[in-house]
Every structure is written in structure tokens, then in C-alpha cells.
């Protein structure tokens, strides 16, 4: 039985060791590690861009290298800050992903994990307070009273506390002042917070990553699925819309939000940590301490913008899989890549690594069986037939179809030439006869005009032309006085 209880034990360390969180603090440059990932990343700053990061890295092995601490091989690694950067990405500490047009890293759970055991353990004394035992005595009581389901004895705790209340409340209305608290204690309460705090992101990193490997399973799950395309949709759309019920850390954070998603209560949590930080057992606090105080509105935020991001991109991507579901497609393009992984495979374990790769020159060709080699003239046999004589009258089927035609040109010429040496346009226009005072005589007669000779005055002219409709319309130009065909021929 000893022996079974310590295999046990010993298992369960063995498995807590190959969690990157605890591979990341025993490794041989694990305060390198620790130092660059709380330097790059911060509350305000929790993704990084990809190039950004490389050249922070960079400069701060430049600055360790500087320093000397690169003569102990055991210090700090080598190679470049890229390198470096894509190694982590590979064990689980940092996780690229795209926002908008930009690759970022962001940390990992584990990687949160790593650094907050690390500032509990290197950020100041951690010790038994009546803060923290009250903190746990509190969450017993807690758990009790809603673990209770016997109404009489949860009426009679609550009996109790409101007895309590009103015996506060009468003491400081008769007495008028309170009793203070001891700075000591106070600054207990507040190490507590942080302490508290400290864990919120590495809580939060969980849930978001809980999501992400949940729409992974799902997608993966989707592309060896071959039931009909109508279960299938009706199944994993369901599961995109309820994502975040999906995993046992969705379903505590979305209990969670009931108390964290109302803009107010973190607008008060903010204006709570200010009060506080204006008192004065405030000044017993480092410097750091006052910084983490004051950042845990901003960490709860970002927190809860990280998951529900989370959770809106994996609804997205699960939708847009569904949408495009075909299994027939789907298994060709899985087949394909594991051609290209084993290809790939086969050659990175030839006989040597160096061996020169032969490099594809051209394109095949693809055979497209005969094309035409030439092509026709496209230039027209013979010119085509002349026109018809001007002087021959075009015959039109139905008389409507001239009415609605061009200019009246030879019938306006012929009105023209009887108007006298110089006419107002207008007033030109306005007694002709019906059939030539259509819009498009009142161009042809600027036409004739401009060909004749004329000139423009500063006044407006307004005219009322007639369709062959029986619809009239109000067209208004610059006044043109215009000469006679004979005084233009005479010029």
C-alpha cells in the first residue's frame, strides 16, 4: 500500500515536471527566461509584435552579453533573439497569432504561470496574516451556506448577519466614529490582494487557450466526419454558438462574468484601488507593490477581453468550417499533406543533410493536346457598299418614327433664311411651327447659327419646346443673336 501511495505520488509529480510552466523554471536558463518575458510583456502589454519582440530580445542579450554574463555558458543561450523567440514559441511559452494584418506573440498560460510563481516567491514575504486566514475562513463559510440546502438553517444565518448589521450600525450611530484599523494590518490585506491578483492571468490564459484547443478538436473532428452534410451543420453550429460552454474552463469563467462583465463594477473596482492607494499605510508599499495594486483593474479587463476575443474568433472559425464543409474535399487535401510531411520526411533523413537539392528551373508543361497555330484575317473581304445618295428622301415605315428623329435641318434652314439680316434665337425658336419646335430642332437651330455666324448677349433666354408627344419642356440658354445664311456667305 506505501509503495502504491508513492508510486502514485510520484507520477503525479512526474506529470506536473512535463508542464511547461514547471519545465520553464527548471531548465538551465530559466532566469534568462523568466527576466526577458517579464521585461517584453506587461499588464499593459500583453502581445507583442513578432519583429518587436525579436529586437527587444535582442537588445537585451546584448546588454547581459555587455555585462559580462555570458562567460558562464549556463547563463544565457546562444544563438539569435529569433531564434530564441521560435524555440520558446516551440516548447509552449509564447504563442504567435495574427491581429489584423500584424504577427504578434502573446504568452501562454504556462508561461503566466511560471512568471507569477515567480514574483510570489521573489516578490516580498509570504506569510500567515489574518487577511489571508480570514480570506479562507470566509470562502469555507461561503461554500457552507450555499452548499446548504435546509431552508430553516440558512434563514437563521442570515438572521444572524443582519443581527449583526444593526448591532454595527446602532454602535456607530450612537458613537459616531469608527474604530481604526492598524497600518500593519492593513498592508496585510493589501500583500493578500496582489497575492490574489497574481493569479488572475495565468486563470485567464487558461480559459483562452481552453477555447482555442477546444476549436481545434473541433475542426479536426470535422474533417474526419463523414455524416450527412445536414447533421453535420446542424451539430457544430450548435457547438460554435455555445463555445464557451464547451470546456470546464469556459463554464467557471462564464460564472464568472456574471460578476465581472458589468462595466460598472470594474469602473468601482478602479475607483476602490485609488482609494486605497491614497491612505496612508500606503507608503509601507514598494514601489512595485503600489504598481501591481494599481494595475489590477487593468488586468481583470484585458483579461476578460482576451477570453470572450477567444471565444468570438473560435465561434468564427468553427462557423466558416461548417460552411465549407465537404468531406470528399477535405480528405483530398489531408491526403495531400501527408504526401508532402512524408516527402518531406524521407528527404530531411537521407544519408546527409548537406547533400545539394537540385532546384526546380522551369515549370512543367502542361499538356493541352493541339492549338490552333494561326489565326484568320480579320480584316473585311471588300469595302463596304457606299451610301445612298443625301439627296434621296429615306423612307420611314411609320410616320412617328421621323417625328422622334433629329433636326428638321432643311426645314429650319428654309425658316431661317426669311427671319432677315439678324434674329434673336429665342424669339426664333418660339415662332416656328409646331412640328420643327422640338428639343432637338432647338440644337439644330444653334447648330445653323454657329454655322452662319452669331454672337452672345448676357441676358437668358427661355424657350418652351414641344414633343411629338404633346409634352412640353423648358429649356433656358445665353441669348444668341444669329445672322443669315446670306450676310455668313457674304463674309
Given at each position: 500500500?506505501?509503495n502504491t501511495r508513492?508510486?502514485?505520488?510520484?507520477?503525479r509529480?512526474?506529470a506536473?515536471?512535463r508542464?511547461?510552466?514547471?519545465?520553464?523554471l527548471?531548465?538551465?536558463?530559466?532566469?534568462?527566461?523568466?527576466?526577458?518575458?517579464s521585461?517584453?510583456?506587461?499588464?499593459?502589454?500583453p502581445?507583442?509584435a513578432?519583429?518587436?519582440?525579436?529586437?527587444?530580445?535582442g537588445e537585451i542579450?546584448?546588454?547581459l552579453?555587455?555585462?559580462?554574463?555570458?562567460?558562464?555558458?549556463?547563463?544565457?543561450?546562444?544563438?539569435?533573439?529569433?531564434?530564441?523567440?521560435?524555440?520558446?514559441?516551440?516548447?509552449?511559452?509564447?504563442?504567435?497569432q495574427?491581429?489584423?494584418?500584424?504577427?504578434?506573440?502573446?504568452?501562454?498560460?504556462?508561461?503566466?504561470?511560471?512568471?507569477?510563481?515567480?514574483?510570489?516567491?521573489g516578490?516580498?514575504?509570504s506569510?500567515?496574516?489574518?487577511?489571508?486566514?480570514?480570506t479562507?475562513?470566509?470562502?469555507?463559510?461561503r461554500?457552507?451556506?450555499?452548499?446548504?440546502?435546509?431552508?430553516?438553517?440558512?434563514?437563521?444565518?442570515?438572521?444572524?448577519?443582519r443581527?449583526?448589521?444593526?448591532?454595527?450600525?446602532?454602535?456607530?450611530?450612537?458613537?459616531?466614529?469608527?474604530?481604526?484599523?492598524?497600518?500593519?494590518?492593513?498592508?496585510?490585506?493589501?500583500?493578500?490582494?496582489?497575492?490574489?491578483?497574481?493569479?488572475?492571468?495565468?486563470?485567464f490564459?487558461?480559459?483562452?487557450?481552453?477555447?482555442?484547443?477546444?476549436?481545434?478538436?473541433?475542426?479536426?473532428?470535422l474533417?474526419r466526419?463523414?455524416?450527412p452534410?445536414?447533421?453535420?451543420?446542424r451539430?457544430?453550429l450548435?457547438?460554435?454558438?455555445h463555445v464557451?460552454q464547451?470546456?470546464?474552463?469556459?463554464?467557471?469563467?462564464?460564472?464568472?462574468?456574471?460578476l465581472?462583465?458589468d462595466p460598472?463594477?470594474?469602473d468601482?473596482?478602479?475607483?476602490?484601488?485609488?482609494?486605497?492607494?491614497?491612505?496612508?499605510?500606503?507608503?509601507?508599499?514598494?514601489?512595485?507593490?503600489?504598481?501591481?495594486?494599481?494595475?489590477i483593474?487593468?488586468r481583470?479587463?484585458?483579461?476578460?477581453q482576451?477570453?470572450?476575443?477567444?471565444?468570438?474568433?473560435?465561434?468564427?472559425?468553427?462557423?466558416?468550417?461548417v460552411?465549407?464543409h465537404?468531406p470528399?474535399?477535405?480528405?483530398?487535401?489531408?491526403?495531400?499533406?501527408?504526401?508532402?510531411?512524408?516527402?518531406?520526411q524521407?528527404?530531411t533523413?537521407?544519408?546527409?543533410?548537406?547533400a545539394p537539392?537540385e532546384?526546380?528551373?522551369?515549370?512543367?508543361?502542361?499538356?493541352?493536346?493541339?492549338?490552333?497555330?494561326?489565326?484568320?484575317?480579320?480584316?473585311p473581304?471588300?469595302?463596304?457598299?457606299?451610301?445612298?445618295?443625301?439627296?434621296?428622301?429615306?423612307?420611314?415605315?411609320?410616320?412617328?418614327?421621323?417625328?422622334?428623329g433629329?433636326?428638321?435641318?432643311?426645314e429650319?434652314?428654309e425658316?431661317?433664311?426669311?427671319?432677315?439680316?439678324?434674329?434673336?434665337?429665342?424669339?426664333a425658336?418660339?415662332?416656328?411651327?409646331?412640328?420643327?419646335?422640338?428639343?432637338?430642332?432647338?440644337?439644330g437651330?444653334l447648330?445653323?447659327?454657329?454655322?452662319?455666324?452669331?454672337?452672345?448677349?448676357?441676358e437668358v433666354?427661355?424657350?418652351?419646346?414641344?414633343r411629338p408627344?404633346g409634352?412640353r419642356?423648358?429649356?433656358?440658354?445665353?441669348?444668341?443673336?444669329?445672322?443669315?445664311?446670306?450676310?455668313?456667305d457674304?463674309?
Amino acid at each position: 500500500m506505501s509503495n502504491t501511495r508513492a508510486e502514485a505520488a510520484y507520477l503525479r509529480s512526474l506529470a506536473a515536471f512535463r508542464t511547461p510552466t514547471l519545465d520553464l523554471l527548471h531548465r538551465r536558463y530559466a532566469p534568462f527566461v523568466v527576466a526577458v518575458l517579464s521585461i517584453v510583456f506587461t499588464v499593459d502589454r500583453p502581445t507583442v509584435a513578432v519583429s518587436d519582440a525579436h529586437a527587444e530580445v535582442g537588445e537585451i542579450l546584448d546588454e547581459l552579453r555587455a555585462a559580462g554574463y555570458d562567460e558562464d555558458e549556463r547563463m544565457l543561450p546562444t544563438g539569435s533573439a529569433r531564434e530564441i523567440c521560435r524555440y520558446w514559441v516551440k516548447v509552449g511559452w509564447l504563442m504567435p497569432q495574427i491581429e489584423g494584418d500584424v504577427e504578434v506573440y502573446r504568452l501562454t498560460a504556462h508561461a503566466v504561470g511560471a512568471l507569477e510563481i515567480t514574483g510570489r516567491t521573489g516578490g516580498g514575504r509570504s506569510r500567515v496574516s489574518n487577511s489571508r486566514v480570514r480570506t479562507l475562513l470566509d470562502a469555507v463559510e461561503r461554500l457552507a451556506v450555499d452548499a446548504e440546502a435546509d431552508p430553516e438553517v440558512r434563514l437563521k444565518r442570515l438572521v444572524e448577519e443582519r443581527d449583526a448589521l444593526d448591532a454595527e450600525i446602532a454602535r456607530l450611530a450612537a458613537s459616531g466614529e469608527s474604530d481604526p484599523v492598524d497600518d500593519e494590518q492593513l498592508l496585510e490585506e493589501a500583500e493578500n490582494v496582489l497575492h490574489l491578483a497574481r493569479e488572475l492571468p495565468a486563470d485567464f490564459s487558461r480559459v483562452a487557450e481552453s477555447i482555442k484547443a477546444m476549436q481545434r478538436d473541433v475542426v479536426a473532428d470535422l474533417r474526419r466526419d463523414v455524416r450527412p452534410t445536414g447533421e453535420v451543420l446542424r451539430e457544430y453550429l450548435e457547438r460554435g454558438q455555445h463555445v464557451m460552454q464547451s470546456t470546464p474552463e469556459g463554464r467557471a469563467f462564464a460564472g464568472a462574468l456574471r460578476l465581472l462583465g458589468d462595466p460598472e463594477r470594474i469602473d468601482d473596482l478602479t475607483e476602490q484601488l485609488h482609494t486605497v492607494l491614497a491612505q496612508p499605510f500606503a507608503r509601507l508599499m514598494d514601489a512595485q507593490q503600489r504598481g501591481e495594486l494599481d494595475a489590477i483593474g487593468r488586468r481583470v479587463e484585458l483579461g476578460v477581453q482576451d477570453v470572450l476575443t477567444a471565444q468570438r474568433r473560435a465561434s468564427h472559425v468553427i462557423s466558416g468550417q461548417v460552411s465549407t464543409h465537404d468531406p470528399v474535399r477535405d480528405r483530398q487535401v489531408d491526403e495531400l499533406l501527408r504526401d508532402v510531411m512524408s516527402g518531406l520526411q524521407a528527404w530531411t533523413n537521407g544519408p546527409s543533410l548537406q547533400a545539394p537539392v537540385e532546384p526546380v528551373r522551369s515549370l512543367p508543361m502542361a499538356t493541352m493536346g493541339h492549338l490552333r497555330q494561326s489565326l484568320g484575317d480579320i480584316r473585311p473581304p471588300a469595302a463596304p457598299a457606299p451610301l445612298s445618295g443625301l439627296d434621296e428622301e429615306a423612307d420611314f415605315l411609320d410616320a412617328d418614327t421621323r417625328a422622334w428623329g433629329g433636326p428638321r435641318y432643311a426645314e429650319l434652314e428654309e425658316y431661317v433664311a426669311g427671319l432677315g439680316d439678324e434674329f434673336d434665337l429665342g424669339d426664333a425658336f418660339e415662332g416656328a411651327q409646331d412640328d420643327t419646335r422640338r428639343p432637338v430642332d432647338l440644337l439644330g437651330l444653334l447648330e445653323i447659327a454657329h454655322r452662319n455666324g452669331m454672337s452672345e448677349g448676357d441676358e437668358v433666354s427661355v424657350v418652351e419646346a414641344l414633343r411629338p408627344d404633346g409634352t412640353r419642356r423648358r429649356f433656358a440658354f445665353g441669348s444668341v443673336t444669329a445672322r443669315a445664311a446670306k450676310e455668313a456667305d457674304d463674309d
